[in-house]
């Protein structure tokens, strides 16, 4: 089992930056295909970035079309944390952030994912 907590939300003004942290606990999670995901009010969860490990400490990451250019998603194996980095924020982006983890290569959608953490509020105001 692992544990994910995410933080660092909050609010910002349009055109502001956050960085987003998970810390995972439980078991490390340096072998895991850890995502990012947001559920804004009254939709459904939205895939927006993930990392997955080729081998090694080598890892590949892939956006979401709404997130390419303006985040970046890394991480730190000795804090076993991942973080998403995101810049440009609109008030589009408000919303519910979580991360999540798969032991099995994971992917863009929910059902991917076997671990999630209870979200961390991100609000962009005009």
Known sequence: QVQLVE????????????RLSCAASGRA??????????????KEREFLASSRR????????NYADSMKGRAAISRDNAKNTVYLEMNSLQPEDTG????????SGGGSLSSDYDYWGQGTQVTVSS
Do not use: E, K
């Open 7 to 18: 933080s660092g939300g909050g609010l910002v003004q349009a055109g502001g930056s956050l």
């Open 96 to 103: 519910v952030y979580y991360c999540a983890a798969d032991t």
């Open 29 to 42: 999670i340096n072998r895991d295909t850890m995502g990012w995901f947001r559920q804004a009010p009254g």
């Open 54 to 61: 080729i081998g090694g400490n080598v890892y590949s990451t």
